[in-house]
């Protein structure tokens, strides 16, 4: 058997998971807009047409989505996150292997199954995620991860082909290879694309048909890979165990300007919250927090400040109030009150960069940190909120979410139909 990967995406992916939950939208353009309801971040093929780009601020394209019929919903990260969870578990029926590449994209291990049933399963695996979880998807066969996801983007744009392209044949990918543009190639950026235009290559066979070494010395060894794997070399294993984070960030713009330290305070208190509980996902701890907020840009005449501190912790925590504590005290190094006119911030965030297997972290042996009184209280504080659903138990200083004036606005957002109970669809007699 030849190595196999096939790329499976969904269409339009948020915006079809809001498809799934209401059939009236069928046919309708719709785009989601991303936190803040700030720009637009998916759209359907209606939504195209009528000229919607991606991350197109939807101030500038309200009036026209009113006047075209275009419905807009808010992210509803929740959801989307589940229904990819599910593609993915049809997925893994199909394939003895899965990588999740993407929230709406995975690479599948084709190699076990023959040349010639590969397009057919496809076909069948298509019709079964659309049956089981409502996602239209398109998929794409190569030998390699980069012509998988090429296989993937021609599926996309070919009615033709039914949702499947399969680049295995070495005489029909030589013949798809001409026809592609090079700037469609997985990994080929805007940077990578201006060298390229500039010795002479315009199609993905130009690209593959290049001496590897001028390529190698121009984009790195990333575009001396990309050229090996367009000649069906492959560079690029399957990626089945996530590999372990390296960093966590959580970061947030305000739905209305923060202009005093208190409401700060509690904001990034919010943020430290998350990101605990995002550590120990993981069983990760950090032992340096940094803490940045700022105004923006945006806001014309208005005074701008941008400041960002890291506090060091004496060990390794996923604690949930030493992480708060030490946001506060980035807030507190950080802070300076106006002499005129106050700073209106509109942003702010945690973020760590040194996250490691916390029962593998050192003890400090000076202000080491009570983890057999921490530890079975953050695990009774999540098993709270994964019961009763997230923000249920917060420390004080966090503030209760439904009271967080700053908080990011989702006014259009749909209900999380798949995880909270309170929000199940209702049928009508």
């Known amino acids: 058997m030849t190595r196999s990967i096939a790329l499976i995406d969904g269409n339009s992916f948020y915006c079809s998971c809001e498809r799934v939950f209401d059939p009236k939208l ?6 989601v807009l991303s936190n803040n309801d700030g720009c637009a971040i998916a759209r359907t093929a209606e939504a195209k047409a009528l000229g919607i780009r991606m991350g197109e ?3 500038k394209i309200r009036d026209m989505c009113r006047a075209q019929g275009v419905r807009v919903f808010s992210s509803n990260y929740t959801l989307y996150g ?8 049809v997925y893994r029926d199909f394939a003895k292997a899965v990588e999740i590449y993407s929230i709406d994209e995975s690479f599948l291990d084709l190699s076990d199954v023959r040349e010639r049933d590969r397009p057919e399963l496809a076909r069948d695996l298509r019709a079964t995620v659309k049956a089981w979880t409502g996602i239209p998807t398109c998929v794409g066969i190569g030998p390699t991860k980069t012509l998988a996801k090429l296989a993937n983007h021609i599926a996309k744009n070919i009615p033709d082909l039914g949702g499947v392209c399969d680049l295995t044949d070495e005489d029909e990918r030589a013949a798809w290879l001409c026809r592609v543009h090079v700037g469609e190639v997985w990994g080929v950026g805007r940077a990578s694309l201006t060298k390229l235009e500039a010795m002479g290559v315009d199609s993905v066979a130009d690209l593959r048909d290049l001496d590897p070494r001028p390529v190698r010395k121009a984009m790195t060894v990333v575009g001396e890979r990309i050229i090996h794997e367009l000649r069906g070399l492959s560079c690029l294993p399957l990626e089945l165990m996530p590999a372990q984070r390296k960093g966590c960030a959580v970061t947030r713009s305000f739905s209305s300007r923060i202009s005093d330290r208190e409401t700060m305070e509690q904001a990034v208190s919010a943020h430290a919250t998350r990101l605990g509980e995002k550590l120990r996902r993981g ?69 760590t960069t040194d996250l490691m297997l916390l029962e593998a972290s050192p003890r400090a042996l000076i202000g080491r940190l009570d983890r057999e009184r921490s530890e079975p209280l953050m695990a009774a504080m999540d098993a709270c909120n994964a019961r009763f659903g997230r923000g249920t138990v917060v420390p004080a200083r ?6 967080r ?13 798949t995880t ?7 049928a009508v007699a």
């Open 283 to 351: 069983g990760l701890g950090t032992s340096h927090v940094t803490v940045f907020y700022h105004t923006s840009e945006h806001d014309c005449g208005e005074p701008m400040r941008s400041v960002s501190t890291t506090v060091t912790l004496p060990e390794a925590t996923n604690d949930t109030l030493a992480l708060i504590k030490a946001a506060r005290l980035g807030v507190a190094k950080t802070w300076r009150e106006p002499s005129e006119r106050a700073w209106r911030y509109s942003k702010a965030g945690v973020v």
């Open 405 to 417: 004036d700053w908080s990011t606005k989702f006014e259009m957002r749909t209900p999380r139909y």
């Open 82 to 89: 589940d229904m990819s969870a599910r593609t993915n578990a």
């Open 420 to 426: 909270q109970l309170s929000e199940l669809p209702t």
């Open 57 to 59: 601020p939807y101030f």
């Open 398 to 403: 966090a503030g209760v979410e439904k009271k």
């Open 26 to 31: 069928a046919g309708v353009p719709v785009i």
